[in-house]
C-alpha cells in the first residue's frame, strides 16, 4: 500500500524525499527542501527503505552520523528531518506553524 500512495502523493504534485543511509545522499542541512510542500518518506530502523520504493522519491537525504553507528531511532530521525524542513520554510518557533 505504501508504493501506492507515494504514486498517488506524486500524481499530486507534492515531492517525495526519503531520509536514508545512502552514502552519497546529500546531507540534510544542506538539501533544500520545496516549499510547495514534501512528504518525507522513512524506513525500517534496521532494514531501511525497499529499493521499489526509493525508485518512488524525487530525492534522497541523510543525516551525518559519526561512529560506528550509521542510522538513527526512527522518531529521532523524523524529528531531527521535520525541524530542519521547518527552519528552511521560515518558522522561527515561537509562533505556530501556518
Known amino acids: 500500500r505504501t508504493l501506492e500512495v507515494l ?5 499530486g504534485g507534492l515531492q517525495i524525499v526519503a531520509l536514508e543511509t545512502v552514502a552519497d ?4 542541512h544542506r538539501y533544500a527542501f520545496p516549499a510547495s510542500g514534501v512528504a518525507l518518506l522513512l524506513g525500517n530502523e534496521r532494514h531501511g527503505l525497499e529499493a521499489d520504493l526509493l525508485a518512488e522519491c524525487g530525492a534522497v537525504v541523510r543525516i551525518p552520523c559519526r561512529g560506528v553507528k550509521n542510522s538513527l531511532n526512527v522518531g529521532i530521525a523524523a524529528a531531527i528531518c521535520g525541524y530542519e524542513i521547518a527552519r528552511q520554510w521560515g518558522w522561527d518557533g515561537a509562533s505556530p506553524a501556518a
Open 25 to 28: 545522499a546529500p546531507l540534510v
Open 7 to 11: 504514486q498517488e502523493l506524486r500524481a
